[in-house]
């Protein structure tokens, strides 16, 4: 799976903004989304694939982190359509001033 097919899922982009604070258990990441634990494993496992979070054990727990390079893979590819809607909204501001 690619890392914007992950991303089209609402529960993943859940589970990513949820790890943005820092590693968190797979307990923790179940009791916060409103989701059964193999839904929630399901998620975690299609974000593993694409690469966008790594598990770690550390005795019975699994620890979830985000993995960053591939979030600044996905940063650099949305780079120039960020600058596409800067000028767009650029431009729209100067017409509305002309309006008034």
Not at 5 to 23: C, F
Not at 45 to 67: F, M, N, P, T
């Given at each position: ?24 258990p797979a307990g923790e990441l ?71």
């Amino acid at each position: 799976m690619s890392p914007f097919e992950a991303l089209a899922e609402p529960n993943r982009r859940r589970l990513l903004d949820l790890l943005r604070a820092g590693e968190r258990p797979a307990g923790e990441l179940v009791a916060a989304m409103d989701l059964s634990q193999p839904g929630v494993s399901k998620h975690l496992k299609a974000l593993r694939e694409a690469g966008l979070v790594s598990v770690r054990a550390d005795g019975q727990q699994r620890i979830y982190r985000l993995e960053a390079r591939r979030l600044a893979d996905l940063d650099a590819w949305l780079k120039p359509y960020r600058h596409f809607w800067a000028d767009h909204l650029d431009a729209l501001e100067g017409h509305l001033e002309r309006d008034q």
